[in-house]
């Protein structure tokens, strides 16, 4: 714990000093960080109040109340009483306020840009990734869901991605020792010796740069097609995504007219369980195995299609 509380705040002092937030003046301008904030959150807020820049900025009411009193001073802001509730002033931007934000704006991106700019395409899409990582993670209410796509094209380094990801999932999740992980490697190895894009089809979910999930359909004859690889990143479930990947794939199996699609998992993948039950997937068989290193049970469910 610790170790993640110094690593958390030196980055914060490294960020700090790099964008200059603890001087006086943001940005060369005549405003403080926090001033400049109250300012970008009435100008993006139809009902702004007081009320709601304490609870949102984690300001001391005071403290705002004397911002507040500056701008209006300034002519950057005006109040108006609410309609609904007469004890209520809702803030807004004068044309001055919004030509102040405004280059605001102007002056930080520029900011940004010029740190970013020496640093290649891929470095600066790693950057924002993580960027929203941490704000995803930290945030409270969940107000910064993922901006995941998802695509079906086969790109280099997937492959090596996707058993990167089960095997870490795996060994994290159900103890499975390295065996598991040369049998990933197997399976993926096998399929593109004979992979063909008329029946095989892959969706890969991504986050930025980072595959954060996948899904495959491999045909095996006319009629009969293999779900595998369904996989999900921790920190990617529960926001529906699975339930995508699998859908678009049963929806791929009846375009291709297959009968019939199986999948073979184990007993301690409940959630994914439950979801290819939901989509009408029966179990059919089981057998016991220690092949990776746990003692599980391996499960084969098959769906039958109109």
């Known amino acids: 714990m610790n170790s993640v509380v110094h690593a958390i705040r030196k980055f914060n002092r490294f960020y700090t000093n790099i964008l200059g937030l603890l001087d006086q003046h943001l940005l060369q301008s005549d405003y403080s960080l926090s001033e400049a904030r109250v300012l970008f959150e009435i100008g993006h807020d139809e009902n702004c109040t007081a009320t709601m820049l304490i609870d949102k900025l984690r300001l001391d009411a005071g403290y705002l109340s004397r911002i507040l009193k500056r701008f209006e001073k300034q002519e950057l802001i005006c109040r108006v009483r609410s309609e609904e509730d007469g004890r209520l002033y809702h803030l807004s931007l004068t044309d001055r306020g919004r030509e102040i ?154 375009e291709k007219g297959y009968r019939r699609v199986f999948l073979e998992t184990t007993e301690d993948q409940k959630t994914a369980i439950a979801m290819y039950e939901k989509e009408g997937f029966r179990q059919v068989a089981e057998h016991h195995n220690r092949a990776w290193g746990v003692d599980h049970v391996e499960l084969t469910y098959e769906l039958l299609l109109p």
Not at 112 to 135: G, K, Y
Not at 163 to 171: D, Q, R, T, V
Not at 207 to 213: A, F, K, L, N, P
Not at 227 to 233: E, K, Q, S, Y
Request: hydrophobic letters at 35%; proline letters at 4%.
């Open 101 to 254: 934000l405004s280059r605001l704006n102007a002056l930080s991106d520029e900011q940004i840009r010029r740190l970013i700019n020496p640093l290649p395409e891929n470095e600066r899409s790693r950057i924002a990734h993580h960027m929203a990582s941490i704000e995803r993670v930290l945030s409270l209410n969940d107000t910064a869901a993922p901006e995941v796509r998802i695509r079906t094209d086969l790109r280099p380094g997937d492959v090596g991605s996707l058993i990167h990801l089960h095997g870490w999932i795996y060994a994290q999740e159900c103890g499975y020792n390295h065996v598991f992980e040369g049998y990933v490697c197997q399976t993926f190895a096998d399929f593109f010796n004979g992979y063909n894009p008329e029946k095989d089809r892959f969706w890969i979910a991504e986050d930025g740069e980072q595959i954060v999930g996948a899904i495959a359909i491999v045909g095996h004859s006319e009629h009969t097609g293999q779900l595998r690889w369904f996989i999900l990143h921790p920190e990617y479930r529960g926001i529906g995504l699975g339930k995508t990947l699998l859908r678009q794939s049963v929806q791929y199996c009846k």
